[in-house]
């Protein structure tokens, strides 16, 4: 049986999938990954079913050492520095290692969530549909907490899972999403307890995600000046939604993201479209960038493209292929079974 | 019967998968339950394409997922849901189970009860038999896993938020506010006052439904000793029943 065991572990390292929809009624938030193009990504790379929980990394990665099986790893979001014993290899691609090898992973760049994943997946017990990690409520993932060093992560079998290891290494080219300067959205429920002026004033005005930022939102800067509501801050508190903009009682924007709060009772001007929630989520720190209103027409047919994009995101697929003059070690490789050790830098 | 706003209840699209159903804008006990009931006549006659609904205090929220189905056949669907009766006439919550909760009140963990109480102008004593006394329903769950907000308690105890909010409550904690009672299953930060603790946790992930005490139950709290409160907490930690299905 195969697992990693963890020798150095950032501070918000945690299994992430979908999430689980259907028990906000209980005041239980979705949650689930922030990036799901990501997972998917990361998924295709390997031939797992596309909603397979991975480990997320925020800003920081960690170091794991393969314990017992040959693996097959795959990375996706924010690229970082990957080694294996020390040797650079692509992000955004798969690579098969052997026991007792050491993979790590450095610091993010530009954007914020990365992400790993093992062939057939991490073994663990689903909680409510979902392994995705609540840490604040302590429950789903690795024992309901985010995962640190000491810990050894099971992997599932692949033989028992019926997936296939392809030793041939492949990797998918960087997604345009990680690079978006305008966010897509729609009027709010409430933002009619906005001036003209104010909701004129999202529209027109430069953001920026501060540092202020985690999986439950990203508060934002910009030169707009306050978004105060006309109104005072007596509405009564209903749903929040992912991607709602909320204006705090002090004009201040944040974005709620995957692992908002329920239910809120602060006013919220606008949402994000289902479609720039990936987008939104990896902003960088600082990038300046705009929102930019679609009817809900507009943000439907945006969803289908990203659905049709993600359907066929396996034809995107392309072999890492290595110059031989960068296999400076080739003989150390064991050729014969097709297992390809990492450590093509290309 | 009071009179409501004649514009509600509305239907109005909340971002480009979700659609809300407002009965009001301000929390009304009478519309809660109207609330309630529909939420109940949804779960029994669902809406293709849709994923999820969830009430809140005077709303509901339906999730549809917009590659299956349009915001307008929703709409047109909550529509003609909304239009079979008057929901917000003698709203009746179905089969509500009603729940007799332990509250050891004041003392170390209700650091708030003093200041209510004076707010109250009350003793003590009053104050926790006006809270203990009041028939409170399960209007929502929110915030946080588990965490149900109860009302309405008596007129007098419509009292103003802390404009400091404390960091952290433990769980259990019983705050009070605007009427309401708020009972959370985990340590959370809040803006209401601490009057108590139930040894009561309504989260457990690996049940289904998760929580014990759920949208439209009755609550009655009573008062118990610091002793009896450690002797129930420890049951509750131990995964036991503490409180009383009546």
Same mark, same amino acid.
């Given at each position: 049986?195969?697992?990693?065991?963890?020798?150095?572990?950032?501070?918000?390292?945690?299994?992430?999938?979908?999430?689980?929809?259907?028990?906000?009624?209980?005041?239980?938030?979705?949650?689930?990954?922030?990036?799901?193009?990501?997972?998917?990504?990361?998924?295709?790379?390997?031939? &797992?079913?596309?909603?397979?929980?991975?480990?997320?990394?925020?800003?920081?990665?960690?170091?794991?050492?393969? +314990?017992?099986?040959?693996?097959?790893?795959?990375? !996706?979001?924010?690229?970082?520095?990957?080694?294996?014993?020390?040797?650079?290899?692509?992000?955004?691609?798969?690579?098969?290692?052997?026991?007792?090898?050491?993979?790590?992973?450095?610091?993010?760049?530009?954007?914020?969530?990365?992400?790993?994943?093992?062939? *057939?997946?991490?073994?663990?017990?689903?909680?409510?549909?979902?392994?995705?990690?609540?840490?604040?409520?302590?429950?789903?993932?690795?024992?309901?907490?985010?995962? !640190? =060093?000491?810990? +050894?992560?099971?992997?599932?079998?692949?033989?028992?899972?019926?997936?296939?290891?392809?030793?041939?290494?492949?990797?998918? /080219?960087?997604?345009?999403?990680?690079?978006?300067?305008?966010?897509?959205?729609?009027?709010?429920?409430?933002?009619?307890?906005?001036?003209?002026?104010?909701?004129?004033?999202?529209?027109?005005?430069?953001? !920026?995600?501060?540092?202020?930022? @985690?999986?439950?939102?990203?508060?934002?800067?910009?030169?707009?000046?306050?978004? *105060? =509501?006309?109104?005072?801050?007596?509405?009564?508190?209903?749903?929040?939604?992912?991607? @709602?903009?909320?204006?705090?009682?002090?004009?201040?924007?944040?974005?709620?993201?995957? @692992?908002?709060?329920?239910?809120?009772?602060? /006013?919220?001007?606008?949402?994000?479209?289902?479609?720039?929630?990936?987008?939104?989520?990896?902003?960088?720190?600082?990038?300046?960038?705009?929102?930019?209103?679609?009817?809900?027409?507009?943000?439907? @047919?945006?969803?289908?493209?990203?659905?049709?994009?993600?359907?066929?995101?396996?034809?995107?697929?392309?072999?890492?292929?290595?110059?031989?003059?960068?296999?400076?070690?080739?003989?150390?490789? &064991?050729?014969?079974?097709?297992?390809?050790?990492?450590?093509?830098?290309? | 019967?009071?009179?409501?706003? %004649?514009?509600? %209840?509305?239907?109005?699209?909340?971002?480009? #998968?979700?659609?809300?159903?407002?009965?009001?804008?301000?929390?009304?006990?009478?519309?809660?339950?109207?609330?309630?009931?529909?939420?109940?006549?949804?779960?029994?006659?669902?809406?293709?394409?849709?994923?999820?609904? #969830?009430?809140?205090?005077?709303?509901?929220?339906?999730?549809?997922?917009?590659?299956?189905?349009?915001?307008?056949?929703?709409?047109?669907?909550?529509?003609?849901?909304?239009?079979?009766?008057?929901?917000?006439?003698?709203?009746?919550?179905?089969?509500?189970?009603?729940?007799?909760?332990?509250?050891?009140?004041?003392?170390?963990?209700?650091?708030?009860?003093?200041?209510?109480?004076?707010?109250?102008?009350? #003793?003590?004593?009053?104050?926790?038999?006006?809270?203990?006394?009041?028939?409170?329903?399960?209007?929502?769950?929110?915030?946080?896993?588990?965490?149900?907000?109860?009302?309405?308690?008596?007129?007098?105890?419509?009292?103003?938020?802390?404009?400091?909010?404390?960091?952290?409550?433990?769980?259990?904690?019983?705050?009070?506010?605007?009427?309401?009672?708020?009972? %959370?299953?985990?340590?959370?930060?809040?803006?209401?006052?601490?009057?108590?603790?139930? %040894?009561?946790?309504?989260?457990?992930?690996?049940?289904?439904?998760?929580?014990?005490?759920?949208?439209?139950?009755?609550?009655?709290?009573?008062?118990?000793?610091?002793?009896?409160?450690?002797?129930?907490?420890?049951?509750?930690?131990?995964?036991?029943?503490?409180?009383?299905?009546?």
């Amino acid at each position: 049986m195969g697992s990693l065991s963890v020798i150095e572990a950032g501070p918000g390292i945690s299994l992430q999938d979908y999430g689980r929809p259907g028990y906000q009624r209980y005041g239980i938030t979705e949650g689930g990954v922030m990036d799901r193009w990501a997972l998917a990504e990361v998924n295709t790379l390997l031939g &797992n079913a596309v909603d397979t929980a991975a480990l997320e990394m925020i800003a920081m990665g960690g170091s794991f050492k393969v +314990e017992g099986d040959v693996l097959k790893l795959a990375t !996706s979001g924010a690229e970082m520095d990957l080694q294996v014993d020390g040797a650079a290899v692509p992000w955004r691609s798969s690579f098969t290692v052997q026991p007792g090898q050491i993979i790590r992973c450095g610091y993010a760049k530009k954007s914020i969530y990365s992400y790993l994943q093992v062939a *057939a997946g991490f073994d663990c017990t689903q909680v409510m549909g979902s392994f995705s990690t609540h840490s604040r409520s302590g429950f789903g993932g690795f024992n309901g907490r985010l995962v !640190s =060093a000491g810990d +050894e992560l099971p992997v599932m079998s692949c033989v028992a899972s019926g997936v296939v290891i392809n030793t041939q290494p492949q990797r998918l /080219p960087i997604a345009d999403y990680l690079s978006r300067e305008t966010i897509r959205v729609v009027w709010g429920t409430q933002a009619n307890v906005f001036s003209t002026e104010v909701r004129q004033a999202l529209l027109n005005s430069s953001f !920026s995600v501060s540092a202020m930022r @985690d999986r439950m939102g990203a508060r934002l800067s910009t030169d707009a000046g306050s978004l *105060a =509501a006309d109104t005072g801050l007596s509405g009564v508190s209903d749903a929040v939604l992912i991607g @709602d903009i909320q204006i705090a009682g002090d004009g201040v924007a944040t974005v709620l993201l995957a @692992d908002r709060q329920p239910t809120g009772g602060y /006013p919220r001007i606008a949402t994000v479209i289902t479609a720039d929630l990936d987008a939104i989520s990896q902003m960088p720190t600082g990038k300046a960038f705009r929102f930019e209103l679609v009817t809900a027409t507009q943000a439907v @047919d945006a969803l289908q493209n990203r659905k049709q994009a993600l359907d066929r995101l396996d034809s995107n697929l392309t072999s890492v292929t290595r110059r031989p003059e960068d296999i400076t070690d080739l003989l150390s490789y &064991n050729l014969i079974d097709g297992v390809i050790a990492p450590g093509a830098n290309h | 019967m009071a009179s409501y706003d %004649p514009i509600f %209840p509305d239907i109005v699209p909340a971002g480009d #998968s979700a659609a809300l159903v407002r009965f009001s804008q301000t929390l009304d006990f009478n519309v809660n339950a109207a609330l309630l009931e529909f939420d109940n006549y949804i779960a029994s006659s669902p809406i293709n394409g849709v994923t999820e609904v #969830s009430p809140a205090l005077v709303s509901l929220l339906v999730r549809f997922d917009p590659l299956q189905v349009s915001y307008k056949e929703v709409e047109t669907q909550l529509q003609q849901m909304l239009q079979l009766k008057d929901w917000l006439l003698k709203p009746v919550v179905k089969d509500p189970a009603h729940w007799r909760i332990p509250v050891y009140y004041g003392g170390e963990t209700g650091t708030d009860l003093n200041e209510v109480s004076q707010l109250l102008g009350v #003793s003590e004593a009053d104050a926790i038999e006006q809270h203990s006394q009041a028939r409170l329903r399960v209007l929502t769950l929110g915030f946080a896993p588990g965490c149900c907000y109860l009302g309405m308690l008596p007129e007098a105890w419509n009292i103003p938020r802390l404009k400091v909010i404390k960091p952290q409550v433990p769980a259990g904690s019983i705050l009070v506010a605007i009427g309401q009672t708020v009972m %959370p299953s985990a340590a959370m930060p809040t803006g209401w006052r601490c009057i108590g603790r139930t %040894p009561l946790n309504n989260f457990n992930a690996t049940k289904l439904p998760p929580v014990q005490v759920k949208h439209g139950d009755t609550v009655q709290y009573y008062p118990v000793s610091a002793r009896e409160f450690k002797k129930l907490q420890a049951a509750s930690d131990n995964g036991l029943s503490v409180i009383e299905h009546v």
